[in-house]
């Protein structure tokens, strides 16, 4: 007999608005509902003071305080969804690095996106020229465990993310764009 797998409900809403001027971030919002952990994660970005404020919200219990804190932050970084779209509007030439500074949990780090190949991707949305991008966040640069993250975008002036695969110690997860529209 084989063990009934488990089935975890796991939901990551995420909203990021940027300047329209640099594509800096000015604040970003992570829901999350995992079993019955229910949060909400708000940084905004002053970005005259250079400081990011980030509050942790415990949506599952109304009595709980928010946890917030305050910590230097560069007058333009990113948060993991804006720097795809970021990244989208670089030309995005094979063997070039470019380095963005991230915001997460009230701190700042600082990531290189390698650009790798062109290459043809298929996904349920369909066939899609690509260029490969490496996003260099393991190994203690934004996350501590060793592992990789490749994100496939659009080789076209969309840039459209239409695949992503994180590779860690035992886990493999792909993202693949359903449809578009």
């Not at 995420?14 to 971030?25: F, M, P």
């Not at 995992?34 to 980030?54: L, P």
């Not at 780090?109 to 966040?137: M, P, S, T």
Request: aromatic share 8%; hydrophobic share 35%; charged share 30%.
């Amino acid at each position: 007999s084989f063990p009934k797998p488990i089935r975890l409900k796991v939901i990551y809403l995420y909203t990021s608005i940027v300047s329209a001027i640099d594509l800096g971030l000015h604040s970003s919002t992570k829901t999350i509902e995992e079993g019955g952990t229910r949060k909400e994660q708000t940084s905004i970005i002053d970005r005259e003071a250079g400081r990011v404020t980030f509050t942790d919200r415990d949506l599952a219990n109304a009595k709980a305080e928010p946890k917030t804190k305050q910590a230097p932050s560069p007058a333009w970084v990113q948060d993991m969804i804006s720097a795809c779209y970021f990244v989208g509007t670089q030309k995005l030439r094979e063997g070039d690095a470019i380095p963005i500074p991230i915001s997460d949990g009230g701190a700042v780090y600082n990531i290189e996106v390698l650009v790798d190949k062109r290459e043809e991707v298929k996904v349920d949305a369909g066939k899609f020229k690509a260029i490969r991008l490496n996003a260099k966040v393991f190994d203690g640069r934004y996350i501590k465990r060793s592992g990789e993250m490749f994100i496939w975008v659009s080789d076209d002036d969309r840039r459209i993310p239409v695949k992503a695969k994180i590779k860690t110690s035992g886990a493999t997860v792909t993202i693949d764009l359903k449809r578009i529209g």
